[in-house]
């Protein structure tokens, strides 16, 4: 005959106890509903979920930080590449990409019947500069002296247009200038004005001083041009104002050819 256990046995009361606490069994049910233990932890559900979703929102702020970071080198790098690292202008590769796009703006603007054909309201007038005696500066004074000029030079450029003018320096002596939404007349007008405010001032090297002296050729453009042919002719045109500068040789007649120089020549007498 089997035995009888009834809830008075102390066997079963002291079972039913833990640490001499009573026994609660909703307690118990409750713990053994719960997810097993991680460290010294509860694993519930809901505090992974909040604790992955937080790291993956970590993650998800630093390679935003990262992708930040990698676009500001690039687009630093490629200021490098378009920069003068002597004057801080546009170099020549600078100059062409933003020709280009000044060129199709005005192509753009043409197509909605903004322009007129050739130089309208989208085009502009390309200035050539080529200082002139730069050569001597260098071989008197230094290079140095001559990087301290072209410094210079390129200041005073600068503070002699409009915002929205380009001012870069294509190599050597060379600068170039962008008079942007400007017709023939007024460009060529306003070349004249920043060669004889710039023919007043002078860079002060050691107890010297350096006038600054420069020939240029104006050049206007529009939605038709291809900017490679529109600095030719203004190179072209400023070769000629240059020899025209120049004194004149000792028995050569008046209008005798003096003959011109090579376009690929980069530093001035």
């Known amino acids: 005959m089997s035995a009888v256990v009834t809830t008075q ?40 979920a909040t604790a992955e979703a937080s790291a993956l929102e970590q ?23 378009m920069t003068d ?35 309208g309201a989208g085009g502009g007038v390309l200035v050539i500069i080529d200082l002139d005696g730069f050569k001597r500066i260098n071989d008197t004074h230094g290079h140095m002296a001559g990087d301290a000029y072209l410094r210079q030079v390129a200041r005073l450029l600068v503070g002699s247009v409009r915002e929205e003018d380009v001012v870069a320096r294509l190599g050597g002596d060379e600068f170039a200038l962008l ?23 002078c860079v002060r090297w050691n107890d010297a001083d350096l006038p600054i002296r420069f020939s240029f050729g104006v050049q206007p453009y529009g939605a038709d041009d291809r900017e490679e042919e529109v600095v030719r002719l203004a190179d072209s045109r400023m070769y000629r104002d240059k020899a025209g500068r120049r004194p004149r040789p000792a028995g ?11 376009a690929n020549r980069r530093t001035t007498a």
Do not use: W
């Open 85 to 119: 690292e002597l004057t801080g202008l546009l170099n020549r590769r600078g100059f062409f990409s933003h020709f280009r796009r000044e060129i199709a703006a005005a192509r753009r603007q043409r197509a909605k019947g903004n322009g007129a054909k050739g130089n």
């Open 9 to 48: 046995d102390p066997d079963v009361i002291a079972a039913d106890h833990h640490d001499g606490l009573p026994f609660d069994r909703g307690t118990h049910d409750r713990l053994l509903r719960m997810p097993p233990l991680r460290g010294s932890r509860l694993a519930h559900p809901a505090v992974i």
């Open 179 to 201: 008079l942007t939404k400007t017709d023939a007349a007024c460009g060529d007008l306003r070349a004249r004005q920043i060669a004889v405010a710039a023919g007043r001032r």
């Open 252 to 262: 050569r007649k008046a209008g005798a050819p003096t003959g011109q120089r090579g």
């Open 59 to 81: 993650q998800l702020a630093e390679a935003r930080a990262t992708i930040a970071e990698q676009r500001d080198r690039i687009a630093y790098l490629e200021s490098l590449s």
